[in-house]
Structures are given as C-alpha cells and as structure tokens.
C-alpha cells in the first residue's frame, strides 16, 4: 500500500479580489489593484446610498450609484448599484446600458419600461415590493405617477455599466442644429431650448 501526493503550484497568485487603485489609469479590464496589504475592511463597505439624491433639476430625478468610480472594491466583480429619488411627477430618462438591469421599488408608484428592439413597449405600474428587469442595451424609463417621491434601488451585471440618455445625447452636444432637426425631426426651437438646457453648443 502506498500513498501518492501530488502538489500542484502556480506561478499566478489566488486573488480574491482587485479594490482599484485610483492613482493608476483605467484599463479595458478595469483599474489596477490597490496594493493588498493596504486594504481594510473599510474598503468593503459604501454608505452613498443611504441618503435621498437632490432632485433639484429638469426630470425631479436624483442619483447616487455605486459603480467602481465611487465604490472602488467593485472594480473587477462585475457587480454595481444606483439608488434613484424621483420626485412626485418626475422620471428617469428614455436611455441604454450595455448590461442587464433589475430594478427593485423601494417606495412609490412608477410606470416602469422598456423598448424591444422591434420597437415594442414593455412596461407597468409596479409599487413598493415589485422587481422588474431590463435586458441590456434597451432603452428604458421610470416615471413617478404616484403622489409621493419614489426610490428605486437597481442593480447591473458590471461594475460600471455606462449610461447613453436620450435627452442629453440630442442636447448636450456640439451638432449643428439643423443636422440634429434632420435626424431627429424635432423642431429647431424645441432643440435650441434643450441645447440651453442641457449645456450644448
């Protein structure tokens, strides 16, 4: 009788995990790592999503996220969050991300949707409990038909999921506003009005 042990080594390190060093640029796999024996536990925990966003602007919508950018122990885990306060009327914006989304009503009443790329709408009133889930690259909503401020908490599959809002692509940009009236047969005032409103040229 015998015994046979094997040990297998790797030149790779195991890595648990890559909290992004900030003093370092991005790359297309994400930061670089913070040097391991730097962190704490506290770079495991974020309290920005604790307190209401100002909603204080044109769509009565305030935002905080925790994407890598301001949870740096997301960087590499494929995993984030927004926290959205919509005021009584307001809405979050027609716009896409490159990832899936699961949208969770915290509080309030929102009609909630998206559009398939036949252009067909899907969406409904949820309330406070309700889930519902976007598939990546659609565009989608949320406005507050309720009487009271909503909060929805939403989650992606990325660390930084990227964000392309309708509104501010047409209007905070440095298209001429003819071509912009061309591609979009929106009316040249109107154009002119969200130019001013949303910063383009």
């Known amino acids: 009788m015998f015994s046979l042990f094997i040990f297998v080594s790797s030149a790779e390190p195991v890595v648990d995990f890559c909290v992004a060093d900030f003093?370092?640029?991005?790359?297309?796999?994400?930061?670089?790592?913070?040097?391991?024996?730097k962190v704490t536990a506290d770079d495991f925990v974020y309290s920005g999503l604790s307190a209401a966003g100002n909603m204080s602007n044109v769509f009565k919508l305030g935002l905080s996220s925790a994407i890598d950018l301001t949870f740096p122990a997301l960087n590499g885990l494929g995993i984030g969050m927004i926290r959205a306060d919509i005021g009584v009327g307001g809405v979050v914006p027609l716009h896409s991300h490159r990832v899936s989304e699961i949208i969770y009503v915290v509080d309030g009443t929102v009609t909630a949707g998206f559009m398939g790329?036949?252009?067909?709408?899907?969406?409904?009133?949820?309330?406070?409990?309700?889930?519902?889930?976007?598939?990546?690259?659609?565009?989608?909503?949320?406005?507050?038909?309720?009487?009271t401020p909503a909060t929805l908490i939403a989650s992606w599959n990325?660390?930084?999921p990227g964000i392309h809002t309708v509104t501010t692509s047409i209007a905070a940009n440095n298209l001429p506003t003819d071509v912009i009236q061309k591609t979009t047969l929106l009316d040249a005032t109107q154009i002119?009005?969200?130019?001013?409103?949303f910063g383009g040229k």
Do not use: I, Q, R, W
């Open 23 to 37: 003093n370092y640029p991005v790359g297309p796999a994400g930061y670089p790592c913070k040097n391991s024996a």
């Open 158 to 160: 990325s660390a930084n």
């Open 117 to 147: 790329s036949d252009n067909k709408a899907y969406y409904k009133t949820v309330k406070k409990g309700d889930v519902m889930v976007v598939p990546p690259s659609l565009y989608h909503f949320s406005v507050n038909v309720g009487n």
């Open 192 to 197: 002119e009005k969200l130019k001013k409103m």
